[in-house]
């Protein structure tokens, strides 16, 4: 199935073929890149029954650099670093504030749990995988907006990404 695209110009409609402009077949352009659609964020007790928190409207990073430990010596003639530990910050989800999804979501907080964020419809774009807590907290409101909360999660172990296991 080929995509078609219009163009339109002040005088004309120009129709495109995508794969012929860029010089790839469909299947190879279904390939670049995946949509976050389908992203859900999970907690279990033990790791094994799963439940999902509530719907999310964002995630954050999955990781971060590793701090860089100095090892300049006085032969040296530009700085050397190794990689140290690394860094994790807190992992803020945005959601939209309903009241009931709220109490939910606070009713889970403060305690030791396992995240899983699957990404695409049944993990199929990978899973990670993490322990930690969370807090909960209501967002800023403004003219013409919507109500959100956020889910701080502080990690507690490093963040796993492979495959949907269970």
């Given at each position: 199935m080929a995509l078609i695209f219009m163009h339109r110009t002040p005088t004309r409609?120009?129709?495109?073929?995508?794969?012929k402009l860029?010089?790839?077949?469909?299947?190879e352009m279904a390939e670049k890149a995946v949509s976050t659609i389908n992203t859900i964020l999970e907690i279990s007790e033990d790791g094994k029954?799963?439940?999902?928190?509530?719907p999310i409207k964002n995630y954050p990073k999955l990781g971060g650099a590793p701090n860089q430990l100095e090892t300049t010596d006085l032969e040296d003639e530009s700085q050397t670093f190794i990689?140290?530990?690394q860094s994790m910050d807190s992992m803020e989800f945005k959601a939209n504030y309903l009241l009931e999804a709220y109490k939910t979501v606070l009713a889970k907080s403060g305690i030791p749990?396992?995240?899983r964020l699957s990404m695409g419809k049944d993990g199929k774009d990978g899973v990670a995988t993490w322990e930690g807590e969370h807090a909960v907290y209501v967002n800023e409101g403004e003219v013409?907006?919507?109500?959100?909360?956020t889910i701080n999660v502080s990690p507690s172990t490093k963040i796993s990404i492979?495959?949907?296991t269970a």
């Open positions: 409609e120009v129709f495109a073929d995508r794969s860029c010089g790839r077949k469909e299947e029954a799963w439940e999902k928190l509530c990689n140290g530990v749990l396992h995240y013409n907006g919507v109500r959100e909360m492979g495959d949907k």
